[in-house]
């Protein structure tokens, strides 16, 4: 084998669907020395960790932690701790990510009654009371921000429909959280998991999921031991809680990581980050209409830390993602399922959600579609800028 260069990855503005662009602070995090996953400084590092974690989550769910594995994982988590097999699951279909969420509830061996709404569109607790037909379900499961569309779905209304079918609710909020209004408790939410690459523009690597008491009494109370015994949350919650039991040995690093985009997301402020996605979204979006863009998701149901935009007639998809790169340095997500090679999704995401980045990626597609024939009806960053005040 020849002699290995030392690494040097390009450096890239991660405008897709995840990861997003790193703080700065947040890889010299990573970079920290590496203690003991028991060193009394590290138990002070997950005991913040937490603390931060339920004001983002809105929630004082005491099973509040970062699960060790990427955002999948949290899917997992939750599917894995509540279901038993022949346990009855509504779920609610209208992106990809609703999809693996029925698959997992089938792997556990779980009954599972589907709400299919088409791509690009919210779902309505009408549509489960509806689908279910008034009989019982253990858990009534729906995602927030659907990564594969840029739909939102409003989560008032879920926890009145899944008492009518006496279910847990279980939520996924992997683009969502740190970008977007959560708040756990006051909608009734029993069990939720996020990934750290999205909005808190934290390297993939960990899942933060919440459990209320109501699920956990669903944990302890399970006639079988959890599928995964590296997921059961029983075992988990020993060493993230007072007991300090080991399971196995945490991420030290990554953890670090997690404090430090948490850290910034306090510094920043709830609302102000909130307000920030949405302003930068708006900004980014008439500009994208100012060329001439269609944007498939109603403007009452978009997402703003995601936006899907359909790639115009006559326009390469990968070509032009392709280009972006190449000449700018710029990555966009392509279309998934019924979006493939059909639409793109462009992210603006925790560190990436910047007035700057929105300018680059109006300038950037301007130019390449212009390689490829389409023309802008509209300059794009005259109308972004006009948006931003």
């Not at 450096?11 to 995840?18: C, D, H, I, N, Y």
């Not at 949290?74 to 990510?97: H, K, Q, R, S, Y």
């Not at 729906?142 to 739909?151: D, I, K, M, P």
């Amino acid at each position: 084998m020849d002699s290995v260069q030392p690494l040097s990855p390009p450096s890239r503005v991660l405008m897709g669907p995840g990861p997003s662009d790193v703080a700065p602070s947040v890889l010299r995090a990573l970079a920290a020395p590496t203690v003991g996953h028991l060193d009394p400084a590290f138990l002070k590092v997950m005991d913040e960790v937490r603390a931060m974690l339920r004001v983002v989550f809105g929630t004082e769910n005491e099973i509040t932690l970062p699960m060790s594995a990427t955002g999948s994982a949290g899917m997992e988590t939750c599917f894995v701790n509540l279901l038993e097999p022949g346990d009855a699951v509504l779920v609610g279909i209208n992106g990809v990510f609703g999809g693996r969420m029925a698959e997992v509830a089938r792997r556990c061996g779980a009954e599972v009654v589907t709400v299919e709404q088409e791509w690009g569109r919210a779902l309505s607790p009408e549509q489960f009371r509806e689908a279910g037909a008034g009989r019982p379900f253990k858990l009534m499961a729906l995602v927030h921000a659907e990564t594969s569309t840029g739909a939102l779905t409003d989560l008032a209304g879920f926890r009145e429909a899944a008492d009518e079918h006496g279910a847990l609710l279980v939520v996924d909020a992997v683009t969502s959280f740190a970008g977007r209004p959560i708040e756990v408790d006051r909608h009734g939410v029993d069990a939720i998991y996020t990934g750290t690459q999205k909005c808190l523009s934290c390297p993939p690597g960990l899942s933060p999921v919440s459990f209320s008491e109501r699920a956990m009494k669903v944990v302890r109370e399970r006639e079988r031991p959890v599928q995964s015994w590296y997921l059961d949350l029983s075992l988990i919650g020993q060493y993230w809680g007072k007991e300090r039991a080991y399971h196995h040995t945490a991420p030290v690093n990554m953890v670090y990581a997690l404090h430090e985009s948490l850290r910034l997301v306090m510094e920043e402020g709830l609302e102000a980050r909130f307000a920030r996605h949405a302003k930068n979204a708006a900004a980014l979006r008439a500009g994208l209409e100012a060329m001439g863009l269609e944007l498939p998701v109603p403007a009452e149901e978009r997402l703003d830390p995601l936006t899907l935009v359909r790639i115009p007639e006559g326009v390469e998809d990968g070509a032009t993602r392709k280009a972006l790169l190449a000449r700018y340095g710029l990555e966009i997500g392509g279309g998934l399922g019924a979006f493939k090679g059909q639409a793109w999704r462009i992210g603006l995401m925790g560190a990436a959600c910047t007035e700057r980045n929105v300018v680059l990626c109006l300038s950037a597609l301007k130019d390449v579609l212009a390689s490829q024939g389409f023309e802008a009806k509209a300059d794009p960053v005259a109308a972004a800028r006009a948006a931003l005040g």
